[in-house]
C-alpha cells in the first residue's frame, strides 16, 4: 500500500514539476518565473524526499535540506534583483 | 499496529501529492497575478509537509524511533514560504502598480512598499535620486 501510494505521490508531484516547467516556458512576466521556479524547487525537495523514502535511506534528507535552503537564498536574490536591478549593494 | 502506521503513511503521502499538484495546478490556472501568489506558497508547501511527516512516520515503522530530519526541512519551509511570497509581491507591487492603482491602505497614507512615512519625509530632506 505504501508503494501505490509513493507511486501516487511520485506521479502527482512529477506533473507539478512539469507544469512549473510549461509555466516559466509560457510566462509573461519575469515575476511568474521567478514563482514558477520557487515551486519547482519545493517540488524538487518533495520528489527527492520520496525517492529516499522508496529507497529507505536517510541520505536524501541533507541533499533536500540543502537544496532548499539554495532554493530560499535564490528566490530572495531574483527578487531583489528585480527590485533594485541589483543583489549586493 | 503496524497496519495502523501503514494506512497512515499512505494517507499522509497522497494527501501530500493532492495538495502539490493542486498548488502546481493553479500557478497556470489562476490569471490575476496576486492570486496566483496564493497556490504555490500555500498549497505547495502543506503538501511537501504532508510528504516528510510521512517520511517521518516511515522511519518510525521501519526503525522504531522517529527521525527528526524532515521536522527541520519542514520547518524551514514553513518560515521561508511567507518570506518569499512577501519579496514577489513587492516585486510585483514595484512593477506594476502605482499608487493609484491600489486600494486603500488602511490608517496609512500610501503603502509601505511605495512610500515613505509623510512625516519622515520632511525630517530628512535629501533628495534621493533612488525610489
Known sequence: ???YATYFATACFGLGFLMNLWKIATAEGVGDRVLALDTMVINAI???ILYGLSRSTEIFFEAAMIIAMLGFVSTVAYARFMLRGNIIE | MDQVLEILIAVFLVIGGVFG???SFGLIKLNDAMSRLHAPTKATTLGVGGVLIASMLHAYAHE????WHELLITLFLF???PITANFIAKAHIH???TPDSLPVAGEDLKWATHDIAP???KSDSAP???S
Do not use: C, N, P, W
Open chain 2, 95 to 97: 512593477r506594476h502598480e
Open chain 2, 21 to 23: 499538484l493542486v498548488g
Open chain 2, 128 to 130: 534621493t535620486d533612488r
Open chain 1, 46 to 48: 518533495a520528489l527527492m
Open chain 2, 64 to 67: 522504531g524511533h522517529l527521525s
Open chain 2, 119 to 121: 512625516e519622515k519625509q
Open chain 2, 79 to 81: 518560515l521561508t514560504a
Open chain 1, 1 to 3: 500500500m505504501i508503494t
